[in-house]
């Protein structure tokens, strides 16, 4: 607080130059430790090492891997997501009685609270790295023949960790709702239906906007990485709380494209991470 001496005028003044001095010092020293801790951040993170750089002030792509998206998609993939939605509020729910009382919580939803909670512990972009990592441990990649004795079911994520198993959308499906129970915004989460094209393989995984770029959550690997870095990957189809939309790549004739929209409606597989199982449209 500035104060106000008795005297004469220069030094009143003086005394005034001096206080604004002292307020300017200190602002510029917030703003060179705010600026400090996001290097801090980069470093210890390399898939946002370049995140911001180049991007306009206030630019965020609107869908993964720079594509655009067409009408809603009809059919199987739709039903199964609005299937799966339908069914999240019930398991919030499920989650908070169990905060109120751990003695009536079911084991799965136990195992996925104490996930949310150590994610919570942390800050930034390691509650994301914590969600995904803990997820990719705790559950094993079966298909769903194995598992339910169907070709192709979406579970929900308490389902999945009441079983410790799970195909390549069920672990997405996980991370999705996990990433939102620890309050990350629903328009920053989206899950991605990808053509891998080293396998000729259709796969789910989970996308989370961060620091302006999207990070993808991968099943097949603990890191996570920008979308503009992994070149082989064909977005296909993306979900989100609104449903399934068809993917387009906005740069002109994608190199490696290995099966086109069409191709990938009439026969569409997403891989379990050890076998693949048809997802129906």
Known sequence: MLKFHRGSPARALSTIVFGLGLMVGAVNAQAGDDASAHELDKMQNPALASSVEGVPSGHQPSEPFGAVTSVLVKGGLQSKWTSVKRRLPR?????????????????????????????QAQEGWVRIAEINRAINLDIRPVDDMTQYGVLDLWATPLTTFASNAGDCEDYAIAKYFALREIGIAEDD????????????????????????????????TLDMRQDVDIAEFEALFVIDREGARRMATSAPNPPNRLASVGAAKADLHLSSGRQTTPLLL
């Open 91 to 119: 398991q919030h729910n499920t989650l908070t009685l169990c905060r109120a009382s751990a003695a009536a919580c079911p084991p799965a939803a136990k195992r996925f609270l104490a996930i949310l909670d150590r994610a």
């Open 189 to 220: 989460l989206r899950l991605v239906v990808v053509r891998d094209r080293r396998t000729s393989e259709d796969h789910a995984v989970a996308a989370v906007r961060y620091d302006g770029r999207w990070l993808i959550l991968d099943n097949r």
